[in-house]
T-cell receptor, first 111, second 116 residues
Framework: QKEVEQNSGPLSVPEGAIASLNCTYS??????FFWYRQYSGKSPELIMFIYSNGDKEDGRFTAQLNKASQYVSLLIRDSQPSDSATYLC???????????FGIGTKLQVIP | DGGITQSPKYLFRKEGQNVTLSCEQN?????MYWYRQDPGQGLRLIYY???????QKGDIAEGYSVSREKKESFPLTVTSAQKNPTAFYLC???????????????FGPGTRLLVL
């Protein structure tokens, strides 16, 4: 069983729409949750991190965490073609230095 | 500017050859990591180091070796024992154990290793 699961996509949304990216994890000891964006051929760059249940907003991005259901999601409002990339979900378990990454969801924003 | 640098950007390895990938950071971070990324797969941890002169194997350490003689540097050697080394290699750092954003990993630009 994979520790961090994401749908590889591609997820296609029209420009201006809301893109919803989902991630589930298996370890209930998971404490820290990260979303990274990775453009083709480039390294991942951090979008947001979240630690507490609920929503966390930063500009057009909202991260949502539900520890009881073991999922974390990323919403992108007013999607732009420049948002087209692969989005990686990452999870860190308390007390461990390792971070586990999902395979990433490829997002395509159609102009 | 603070950041993580990796070199070279592209590296070609011949059969039976050991090659070393460089990773340097000036963020004063304690912990450093090496990941491998293959198409359609997530990042897989090769080695990590929490402090100087100490490092731990990750999930796919076979065929790789590292050293951590300085806080700023964490080079990765891909040995001839690694039979399928073609991949995108990413170095990351974080300022160590603790709560808050300090746990966030920041990545270098990556090195793409190809086998001739």
């Amino acid at each position: 069983q994979k520790e961090v699961e994401q749908n590889s996509g591609p997820l296609s949304v029209p420009e201006g729409a809301i893109a919803s990216l989902n991630c589930t994890y298996s370890d209930r000891g998971s404490q820290s949750f990260f979303w990274y964006r990775q453009y083709s051929g480039k390294s991942p760059e951090l979008i947001m991190f979240i630690y507490s249940n609920g929503d966390k907003e930063d500009g057009r991005f909202t991260a949502q965490l539900n520890k009881a259901s073991q999922y974390v999601s990323l919403l992108i409002r007013d999607s732009q073609p420049s948002d087209s990339a692969t989005y990686l979900c990452a999870v860190k378990v308390w007390g461990y230095q390792k971070v586990t990454f999902g395979i990433g969801t490829k997002l395509q924003v159609i102009p | 500017d603070g950041g993580i640098t990796q070199s070279p950007k592209y590296l070609f390895r011949k059969e039976g050859q050991n090659v070393t990938l460089s990773c340097e950071q000036n963020l004063n971070h304690d912990a450093m990591y090496w990941y491998r990324q293959d198409p359609g797969q997530g990042l897989r941890l090769i080695y990590y180091s929490q402090i100087v002169n100490d490092f731990q194997k990750g999930d796919i350490a076979e065929g790789y070796s590292v050293s951590r003689e300085k806080k700023e540097s964490f080079p990765l050697t891909v040995t001839s024992a690694q039979k399928n080394p073609t991949a995108f290699y990413l170095c990351a750092s974080t300022d160590g154990v603790g709560s808050g954003s300090q746990e966030t990993q920041y990545f270098g630009p990556g090195t793409r290793l190809l086998v001739l």
